[in-house]
């Protein structure tokens, strides 16, 4: 069978037809980028039971989801992150992807949460009994601890879970940071965090679409 896909005029190849595309992002969009774990990040990766893990090797991209109760990865400080490996199926898609190159990037969630974290760094494995002693779950310990020194730190705004609806009728945990903590946090005080959340929803669903 022919698998080759037929031309396609309207592709986008390069950057320059990419921005024709789009409008330029806001400013805020680009300071909201923080090299470190700061309190919001810290509050926000402690209330989330899940993660997903994407990272790059030999055998192309990969993206595997981690759960576990809230918490269970930890900031170490305020660069580093610990997540434990747990019990799975062996694959090791992650683990030898990591080994190979150690890019990683890991998107949080948390239940009844429009907003997502998102979080790049470097990551190596490590089997230190010391660390691996912190994090037992039903009395066992995990194999490895990903340790992820973290380059930048960002939140998402939730548009994506407003659209997918993927939270409805489920109300926001209390202590989680809000959008305009975080962004507030973030940007070193250029978005006044009352003032964003106090719009957040309405100017989200003026530009859902």
Known sequence: MDSTLPADPFAVSSLEALNR????????????VHPRLEATARAFIAASPYCLLATHGPQGVHC???????????????????????????????LRDIV???????????????????VNGLARIT????????????????????????????????????RS???????????VPTAGEMLASHTNGLVEAAGYDAVADQRLRETMY
Do not use: I
């Open 64 to 94: 595997t989801p981690r759960g576990d109760a809230a918490g269970f990865v930890t900031a170490l400080d305020d660069q580093t992150l610990a997540l434990p490996d747990r019990r799975g199926n062996n694959r090791l898609d992650a």
């Open 127 to 162: 089997a230190d009994p010391t660390l691996l002693a912190r994090f037992p779950a039903n009395g066992k310990l995990p194999t490895s601890v990903v340790l992820v020194q973290v380059r930048e730190v960002y939140m998402h705004c939730a548009k994506a879970m407003m």
């Open 21 to 32: 595309l789009y409008e330029a992002p806001q400013p805020r969009v680009l300071a909201k």
């Open 100 to 118: 190979a190159c150690p890019e990683v990037a890991l998107l949080f969630l948390v239940p009844g949460v429009g907003e997502t974290l998102r």
């Open 165 to 175: 609806v993927l939270w409805a009728g489920r109300p926001r945990p209390p202590g």
